[in-house]
């Protein structure tokens, strides 16, 4: 659209009880980006009378949207109509701006549409922008409204809609990002309707997850939960068009492209799942001898983005990829972290959480996740720093509950605490039970340190090198050893 501008249509009606423009008149204007919309109005005699018109406007100071010309009569009225269209052309044009050779970027508009609270909403929002701008988009604005109730059809109403046509048209945008997961049925109806690109919030994180995913295990995990989410969108077009009946050996070349793309999608689904077992297995043998050596495990967990690489990359002195965006991890590290007097654990740093993380994607890193089920002790990590970290810290738990794993030792740490007031940290440890600290600054973490080895050693009193089994009992009590120094390696056999 951004490249298109208004579509090179006129729009004259009559109306024939001497009124102006209506609103729907005006809506139509946007939503069908026509040249001018002009009404006619009618006299009793059945001669014209007055003429009404309205044009939309580049984005200005003033916020309007279009602009409506003074009504005269037909007789009166002398418009320039190609002048008027090259020059609405020629502003709209300069207003957007030209784009940099070579930014392929997507220009986008976020929309958000809730029932509930707007600082809730403003929050999430927040949220998506990071996460578009994770995804090399190009934001151009953001759109909010509050509603009673979900439009089942376009999620927002009308006239919102018919405002964000506009705006998308003034800014040059390409693409709307939903904040919230649509149906197949709201993606095909705003799309008809915007001419745009439509992309909801789920689709924009399994997009994110297929850029950074690098291991094998990580691609197919993506990859599964992106075509168990393409499956049902996949709709037929015309239900006279299906095969009817198939016989011995499958459908035959009376099936169309939509169930062949149906099926391969099937097939496929069912490839993945299959190879996401044989790993699960692999991973199983792999965390069995790990039991077998008796070493406590930890894993470090949070919310995207909250230090959770940067904190193994300190405890560890390891070279983990570590990056200020959403998701910079996806594939689990685990590494070996030695205390004084031989004493070791496994850390294991994890892929990062999300308010609504989509459930295909939940269900595709099962295997991933089922790592945290073995865990003696989460190190749950919170950005102290963000206004948001108390949404942050329900969420995980959320989480945590839906893998059935609320009943496992969790230890709360709150990370940044450098862009943090000194006082203001103090007095939500207090609140919190939390531990505080720096990831990138080795020298605030010897109190973590510690209280790993309070809650662990009592639960393994003689160390690991003895081979003795873990321990039944989940629960975790403070011992008395303080550590000196800690040392680390890859783990690559266990």
Not at 372 to 401: C, F, N, R
Request: with cysteine; glycine share 6%; hydrophobic share 40%.
């Amino acid at each position: 659209m951004g490249q298109s501008r208004l579509r090179g249509l006129r729009c004259v009606h009559t109306h024939l009880r001497h009124e102006a423009l209506t609103r729907d008149d005006l809506v139509d204007l946007a939503l069908l980006r026509l040249d001018l919309m002009v009404a006619l109005e009618v006299e009793e005699n059945g001669l014209p009378g007055l003429v009404h018109a309205a044009h939309l406007l580049p984005d200005n100071a003033e916020g309007k949207n279009w602009e409506l010309l003074p009504p005269v009569h037909l007789s009166q009225w002398h418009l320039d109509f190609h002048h008027l269209i090259q020059s609405l052309e020629e502003e709209f044009a300069r207003v957007q701006g030209a784009r940099t050779v070579g930014d392929r970027r997507d220009r986008a508009i976020l929309v958000s549409v809730t029932t509930g609270g707007k600082f809730l909403a403003e929050d999430s929002m927040a949220e998506l922008r990071e996460l578009a701008v994770g995804n090399g988009v190009l934001v151009l604005d953001t759109i909010i409204q509050r509603r009673p109730s979900i439009d089942p059809r376009f999620v927002l109403g009308r006239g919102k809609l018919s405002e964000i046509v506009i705006r998308s048209l003034q800014l040059g945008a390409d693409m709307l990002i939903f904040d919230q997961e649509l149906t197949p049925a709201q993606v095909r109806s705003i799309s008809n309707v915007t001419e745009l690109k439509i992309i909801d919030r789920t689709q924009l994180i399994l997009d994110i997850f297929a850029q950074r995913a690098h291991s094998r295990e990580g691609k197919l995990q993506v990859e599964l939960a992106q075509l168990k989410y393409l499956l049902p969108r996949l709709v037929k077009q015309d239900k006279a068009m299906s095969r009817l009946a198939g016989g011995i050996g499958g459908r035959g070349p009376g099936e169309t492209k939509l169930e062949i793309d149906r099926r391969r999608v099937r097939d496929r689904i069912h490839q993945l799942e299959r190879a996401i077992k044989d790993i699960s297995r692999a991973r199983q043998q792999r965390r069995a001898r790990r039991l077998r050596k008796g070493m406590p495990i930890i894993s470090i967990i949070g919310y995207t983005n909250a230090g959770k690489s940067t904190l193994l990359n300190t405890l560890t002195h390891s070279q983990v990829l570590a990056e200020d965006r959403p998701f910079a991890t996806l594939d689990p590290t685990s590494r070996r972290l030695r205390f004084p007097q031989d004493r070791e654990v496994i850390i294991t740093d994890t892929v990062g959480f999300i308010r609504d993380l989509p459930r295909d994607l939940i269900a595709a890193f099962r295997a991933t996740l089922e790592e945290l089920q073995y865990a003696d002790l989460l190190l749950q990590v919170v950005d102290i720093s963000s206004p948001y970290y108390e949404e942050h810290i329900l969420s995980v738990e959320k989480i945590l509950q839906e893998l059935h794993l609320e009943q496992t030792p969790r230890l709360l740490v709150f990370n940044k605490i450098d862009k943090v007031d000194p006082g203001t940290v103090e007095n939500l440890c207090r609140l919190y039970g939390a531990i505080a600290i720096s990831a990138v600054d080795a020298s605030t973490l010897p109190p973590l340190v510690k209280r790993i080895e309070q809650l662990l050693w009592e639960r393994f009193p003689a160390g690991p090198s003895d081979g003795q089994q873990r321990p039944e009992n989940s629960v975790c009590t403070p011992g008395h050893k303080r550590p000196v120094a800690f040392a680390s390696e890859a783990i690559t056999d266990l």
